[in-house]
């Protein structure tokens, strides 16, 4: 069946340092993929999305390629922020959404 | 305005009891979810309904019963409440279930069960 990978957390950068989060997919076809933010006592929050083959998606600074090659769909921000320290979760969605175990970021002032 | 609203955000109860999870959408959306986040952060999807009609049914007990009266409210109903049920309980809604659909999630409830 369909599942997520994610890289375990958790990570724990200086602010301004470079983040890479993996997340890798296995589905059959070609599922949509996400990434969620979840800050310390909230929900869920999408931070963006692809729907199809080498597209990007972006938003505050971070970006994900969607690589059907490497089925993989990694998180990258050039420099990160204290107010960035939350948990991050990768999805796919194909009938159903399936989410990644969740990394945890922390960054340091 | 709150998009998607779950009531209460916090919820304490006794093995045995019986209670329920509220959640409300205002998008107009016509799927509503309800997943299960554990003590590890990891998210699972419980049900799935679209325009009050049942879609997805995960393996789940049969203590847990979804009610949707309209396509804005899906309402989560826990019989018989055991430890393992302490967790935090996710609504979300989408607008149509479409793979490229991007869910909404409400601020979730923490059930413990003592």
């Known amino acids: ?109 | 305005d709150t998009a998607v609203s779950q009531t209460p955000k916090y919820l304490v109860t006794q093995m045995g009891n019986d209670k329920s999870i509220k959640c409300e959408q205002n998008l107009g959306h016509d799927t509503m979810y309800w997943y299960k986040q554990d003590s590890k952060k990891f998210l699972k999807i419980m049900f799935s309904y679209n325009n009050k009609e049942l879609i997805i049914n995960e393996t789940v007990p049969n203590r847990f019963s979804p009610k949707s009266p309209d396509k804005a409210h899906l309402n989560l109903h826990i019989n018989s409440l055991e430890l393992g049920d302490s967790a935090v309980y996710f609504c979300a809604s989408s607008p149509s279930g479409r793979n490229t659909d991007t869910q909404y999630f409400g601020p979730g409830t923490r059930l413990t069960v003592l």
Request: with cysteine; hydrophobic share 30%.
């Open chain 1, 1 to 109: 069946g369909d599942s997520v990978t994610q890289m375990e957390g958790p990570v724990t950068l200086s602010e301004e340092a470079f983040l890479t989060i993996n997340c890798t997919y296995t589905a059959t076809g070609y599922p949509s993929l996400f990434w969620y933010v979840q800050y310390p006592g909230e929900g869920l929050q999408l931070l963006l999305k692809a729907t199809k083959a080498d597209d990007k998606g972006s938003n505050k600074g971070f970006e994900a390629t969607y690589r059907k090659e490497t089925t993989s769909f990694h998180l990258e921000k050039g420099s990160v922020q204290v107010s960035d320290s939350a948990v991050y979760f990768c999805a796919s969605s194909r009938n159903k959404f399936y989410f990644g175990s969740g990394t945890k970021l922390n960054v340091k002032p």
